[in-house]
């Protein structure tokens, strides 16, 4: 996910991250111009290294493999979506994602206060759902590791992709 305190690391983080993986694009304080130069330099990393990039924001942007929220869908590609309660999952799916993003899993510093999932909750959160889950808060590989039994292969996150910082000491 990229996120503003990424600054300049953003390009090394993108040049780190796995082939197959993915990158929600959100920088919503940019003025439309700016995000959209943004985007249009991260697409091509992305379509360089073969990842998909998805948009969060109400800006539609050329070459979005998706949209990222709740967004009426207007084009074709993956939607996905935030949620932080079965409910809001199920909602989500309701809505038409096909993918989730559940958080928070872990502490996480983008939302210190905010109350944490742990395993057992996020697996009673997700259980029965048809779509994929992407794990995010205070997320890494060794934690991703621990709830493949869950059915979870894949995670999100911001500050574990910092440069001096490796997602559970290994690219996941």
């Known amino acids: 996910m990229t996120d503003q305190r990424l600054g300049d690391a953003l390009w090394e983080i993108l040049e780190r991250i796995p082939r197959g993986a993915g990158v929600v694009f959100r920088d919503y304080a940019l003025a439309p111009a700016e995000r959209r130069l943004r985007f249009e330099r991260i697409r091509r990393v992305a379509k360089r290294r073969g990842f998909m990039l998805v948009r969060a924001g109400s800006l539609p942007m050329r070459g979005e493999d998706g949209i990222h929220g709740r967004h009426?869908?207007?084009?074709?590609?993956?939607?996905?979506?935030?949620?932080?309660?079965?409910?809001?999952?199920?909602?989500?799916?309701?809505?038409?994602?096909?993918?989730?993003?559940?958080?928070?899993?872990?502490?996480?510093?983008?939302?210190?206060?905010?109350?944490?999932?742990?395993?057992?909750?996020?697996?009673?959160?997700?259980?029965?759902?048809?779509?994929?889950?992407?794990?995010?808060?205070?997320?890494?590989?060794?934690?991703l590791r621990g709830m493949q039994a869950l059915g979870i292969t894949r995670f999100a996150a911001i500050d574990a992709w910092l440069p001096g910082r490796r997602p559970g000491g290994q690219t996941p």
Do not use: C, K, N, Q
């Open 72 to 143: 009426r869908r207007t084009r074709p590609g993956i939607r996905t979506a935030a949620a932080h309660s079965r409910r809001e999952a199920i909602a989500a799916i309701r809505a038409g994602a096909d993918m989730l993003f559940v958080s928070p899993v872990y502490a996480t510093r983008s939302h210190p206060v905010a109350p944490r999932l742990g395993r057992v909750r996020l697996g009673l959160m997700i259980r029965g759902l048809r779509v994929p889950i992407v794990a995010l808060g205070g997320m890494d590989a060794r934690r």
